[in-house]
């Protein structure tokens, strides 16, 4: 069962209340958990069929508007990055969304609540559920305070390779010391601090979900400084 | 240029009227035309990235709302036939597209304006500029006069084999001649009509888009008739 702690969370982190908390209760429950309960748990699959779709959407959308100068091929790639990487299974995380789901003691023991691929099912079914119990608008609302801000500091847009681009700026008179220096790093949700040094000195820092695109950003705001 | 005629058409046929004209302009233009006149011509491109998410959100909503005892294997699937069809390409046909297609000289010569693929995208490009036009309420109410009736017909549903179930049911006691003859074909809409006859004598008949279509749907009727 969801707690009473994480729907307060929802509502006080998000401004959501769900009016029908069985939608939310069946968005996160796993089907081992289902088959354990067959008087009457419903799974979350088909929320997921449904939140899929919804996510799709909701982020072709964003990214029509918020990238006017983008052609279609650009948009299409973002939106495949964002919807097909792992990032939909740290949303989970940082939303609190992994103590909640309903798991079959096979499942438990065997670590599903750990798996990425099933926080990404979770994540969509909420969405899934969201769009049913208060609509489209109330998902982008929520999307805002967790997807958006990511889509807009650049993280999934890999139309620029920061790191090849600072290389090259660089070595062009001859070979420059460039290292990537993990200072910080932490799971749950999963977040890196690179620090760029140049020939050893700490030329700038980047912040990221994942290491790459900490260094990507570290690389970013070097060339910032110097193109 | 989209013309008056069509303009009218719309309005009379689905009660659509474009707030903003470009918008359906945009829709409604291949990048060869584009190309031609690069002082101001937009092609469909961007709003096809967005019809595309358009409707795979308002066709698993249908799904999902009107077949509550499909599971989501059954679901995907479904909606997977119709988003990955030439479904749409029939459609845009249906509703007059065809001839509002702004095309390059070079493309019409080679026929483009028949090509399947090239429908299907206008198709998808007139369901976003709808959508961002009018939103999601009018894009659904669009396609309850063209795509949701054959959901309910069955179109799309491949999840009963009825020409081997029906074969299976008759030649239980015996060998039966199972044959299905094509009695009409036409093209631009595609449909076809079959008739079913066995052991020489017409037993049902059966309509569809395509000769597939149509024979299962023979082979539907006569089972609702000897099950």
Chains 1, 2 share one sequence.
């Not at 009473?4 to 081992?32: G, M, V």
């Not at 099933?118 to 969405?127: I, M, P, S, T």
């Not at 420059?176 to 999963?190: F, K, M, R």
């Amino acid at each position: 069962m969801v707690s009473k702690e994480f729907i307060k969370s929802l509502n006080d982190k998000y401004n959501i209340k769900f009016n029908n908390l069985e939608l939310l209760e069946e968005a996160f429950t796993h089907s081992s958990y289902a088959n354990e309960h067959p008087e009457g748990a419903r799974d979350y699959e088909k929320l997921e069929f449904l939140g899929d779709a919804v996510l799709e959407l909701a982020i072709s959308d964003y990214l029509y508007r918020h990238f006017p100068n983008l052609n279609e091929g650009e948009l299409t790639r973002m939106r495949s990055n964002i919807v097909r990487t792992e990032g939909f299974s740290e949303f989970a995380i940082e939303c609190g969304f992994q103590n909640e789901i309903n798991l079959g003691k096979g499942e438990e023991k065997a670590g599903a609540r750990h798996r990425k691929t099933l926080l990404e099912d979770v994540f969509e079914a909420f969405n899934g559920a969201l769009f049913l119990d208060q609509g489209m608008k109330k998902v982008q609302y929520f999307l805002h305070m967790t997807v958006y801000p990511l889509i807009d500091q650049g993280e999934f847009d890999d139309s620029r390779d920061y790191k090849t681009d600072l290389q090259e700026l660089l070595q062009k008179d001859g070979p420059v010391d460039i290292e990537y220096v993990t200072v910080s790093e932490s799971q749950l949700p999963s977040h890196f601090v690179v620090e760029l040094h140049i020939n050893g000195e700490v030329k700038s820092k980047g912040e990221g979900h994942n290491k790459k695109a900490a260094e990507q950003q570290a690389a970013k705001n070097a060339l910032a400084e110097l193109e």
